[in-house]
C-alpha cells in the first residue's frame, strides 16, 4: 500500500509539474527575469501549490494519525540557522542558475534532455558532498 500511495503521489506530483511548464528550465529562468522576459507563470504555480498545501493541512492534521504511517513526522525545529540559511541559498543559486528545481528536475528526466540528466547528476553529487562535509562537522564537534 505504502509502495502504491507513493507512486500515486509522485504521478500526480510528476503530471502536476509537466503541465505547467515547469520542467522547462526557460520558463523558470523568465520568472527571475523582471527586467526582460518576465513570466509570472511559477508565481501563480507556487501560489497554488501553497493555497492547497495550506488547505490540505488543515484537514489532514485534524486525524489522530495519517492513513499509512502510525504517527506524523513534523519538523520540530523554528529555529534559522547558518546550515539553513546556506542551504537555501545554494538552492536559488542552482535554481537560477539551471532553471531547475530539483523536484521539477526528476519528471523532467523523462524528457530524455541531456541537461537534466547533468543537473540531477550534479545534484545527487552535491548531495553527496554535503552528507560527507556533515559527517565530517559532526566528527569535529565530537572530538
Known amino acids: 500500500m505504502r509502495l502504491l500511495s507513493a507512486f500515486l503521489v509522485g504521478l500526480i506530483f510528476g503530471l502536476g509539474i509537466a503541465v505547467s511548464g515547469m520542467i522547462n528550465p526557460a520558463k523558470?529562468?523568465?520568472?527571475?527575469?523582471?527586467?526582460g522576459t518576465w513570466d509570472p507563470s511559477l508565481a501563480f504555480?507556487?501560489?497554488?501549490?501553497?493555497?492547497?498545501?495550506?488547505i490540505g493541512y488543515r484537514f489532514v492534521l485534524r486525524r489522530p494519525a495519517p492513513v499509512i504511517e502510525a504517527k506524523?513526522?513534523?519538523?520540530?525545529?523554528?529555529?534559522?540557522?547558518?546550515?539553513?540559511?546556506?542551504?537555501?541559498?545554494?538552492?536559488?543559486l542552482g535554481w537560477g542558475i539551471a532553471g531547475f528545481c530539483p523536484g521539477a528536475a526528476l519528471p523532467a528526466l523523462g524528457s530524455g534532455k541531456w541537461e537534466v540528466?547533468?543537473?540531477?547528476?550534479?545534484l545527487i553529487a552535491g548531495i553527496w558532498v554535503a552528507r560527507i562535509a556533515q559527517s565530517r562537522t559532526g566528527e569535529r564537534?565530537?572530538?
Open 117 to 122: 540528466m547533468v543537473f540531477v547528476a550534479a
Open 28 to 35: 523558470v529562468l523568465n520568472f527571475f527575469d523582471i527586467a
Open 45 to 54: 504555480v507556487m501560489g497554488g501549490a501553497l493555497i492547497t498545501t495550506f
Open 141 to 143: 564537534a565530537a572530538a
Open 72 to 92: 506524523f513526522l513534523l519538523p520540530t525545529r523554528r529555529d534559522i540557522d547558518a546550515r539553513l540559511v546556506g542551504g537555501s541559498a545554494v538552492f536559488g
